[in-house]
Nanobody, 123 residues
Framework: QVQLVESGGGLVQAGGSLRLSCAAS????????MAWFRQTPGKGREFVAA????????YYADSVKGRFTISRDNTKNTVDLQMNSLNPEDTAVYYC????????????????WGQGTQVTVSS
């Protein structure tokens, strides 16, 4: 059974930082592109960042580029999202997702999802 479990969300003031983590189990982690998406009420899931299997190639939404950093540890089956210079527009539920072999930005093509973790940024 595949499980993706996120942690690290919470409440932070504007300008602050948070680090999200996602632990994967039941999946050959090294075969999957890992990504973070976020969702606010009434909207679809928005691509935030992704990292290829080798941990070298990364991709970011323009809205987070230069502020967020995605990383992975294939020995621990984890993927992290370091979020700096947070602003209220970053408030959302953040989801970890896994896609077999290929990088895509379309959430509909991802194979597995975590349950989400709430990030709230106060002004």
């Amino acid at each position: 059974q595949v499980q993706l479990v996120e942690s690290g969300g919470g409440l932070v003031q504007a300008g602050g930082s948070l680090r999200l983590s996602c632990a994967a189990s039941g999946v050959a982690f090294g075969n999957y592109v890992m990504a973070w998406f976020r969702q606010t009420p009434g909207k679809g899931r928005e691509f935030v960042a992704a990292i290829r299997r080798n941990g070298v190639s990364t991709y970011y939404a323009d809205s987070v580029k230069g502020r967020f950093t995605i990383s992975r540890d294939n020995t621990k089956n984890t993927v992290d999202l370091q979020m700096n210079s947070l602003n209220p527009e970053d408030t959302a539920v953040y989801y970890c997702a896994a896609n077999y072999l290929q990088f895509v930005r379309d959430s509909r093509q991802y194979d597995y999802w975590g349950q989400g973790t709430q990030v709230t940024v106060s002004s």
